[in-house]
């Protein structure tokens, strides 16, 4: 199974801040990685997948770099909406998600 | 498109619980189905997922067994038989899209809550 490891578990970071977080794989997977976001109570959303497409509707700051085993997610400016926790996903076999990077206010 | 879904509540361990998710607003039958979960204050877990025929169907071997996903294209439904349950799987269950080509999951259902407990 691939394991994904996500750093840092949580980011503490201002408005206006650029923001990024690390996704690692046990074995490569080329650029099948998926980002999403979820918020307290709801359902995940997506952000980029294929490793750097932007998903309709998401806003230009976010941002997706990476091949093989290390990835990135960047958020150029951060918003007060993007106070959030991210998670990673491969699908290069089957599925997997990271643990997670909780964004908190600093 | 639409994910609701339904069936979540209190069981006893070692109890059964089928969950259920309506789809609307795309062709239900051409689209691979999941079923993810995420425990309170954990993250997400992937349960199973389902081609649009159900000849494929995969479970990772933390669920293996206990599990069974199944759907009704007719109805547009996708289910979750679970069996057995333990304390651990007390989770909110999430139905998610398979979009195809690339294999993310791009659209959620609300979630429904399972709890196990005496």
């Known amino acids: 199974d691939i394991q994904m490891t996500q750093s840092p578990s949580t980011l503490s970071a201002s408005v206006g801040d650029r923001v990024t977080i690390t996704c690692r794989a046990s074995q490569t997977i080329s650029t099948w990685l998926a980002w999403y976001q979820q918020k307290p109570g709801k359902a995940p959303k997506l952000l980029i997948y294929r490793a750097s497409s932007l998903e309709s509707g998401v806003p230009s700051r976010f941002s997706g770099s990476g091949s093989g085993t290390e990835f990135t997610l960047t958020i150029s400016s951060l918003q007060p909406d993007d106070f959030a926790t991210y998670y990673c996903?491969?699908?290069?076999?089957?599925?997997?998600f990271g643990q997670g990077t909780k964004v908190e206010m600093k | 498109v639409q994910l609701v879904e339904s069936g979540g509540g209190l069981v006893k361990p070692g109890g059964s619980l089928r969950l259920s998710c309506a789809a609307s607003?795309?062709?239900?039958?051409?689209?691979?189905m999941n079923w993810i979960r995420q425990a309170p204050g954990k993250g997400l877990e992937w349960v199973s997922y389902i081609s649009p025929s159900s000849k494929t169907i995969y479970y990772p071997d933390s669920i293996k067994g206990r599990f069974t996903i199944s759907r009704d294209n007719a109805k547009n439904s996708l289910y979750l038989q679970m069996n057995n349950l333990g304390a651990e799987d007390t989770a909110v269950y999430y139905c998610a899209r398979d979009r195809p080509i690339n294999s993310v999951f791009d659209y959620w259902g609300q979630g429904a809550l399972v709890t196990v407990s005496s």
């Open positions: 607003g795309f062709a239900f039958s051409d689209f691979y």
């Open positions: 996903q491969q699908y290069n076999s089957y599925r997997t």
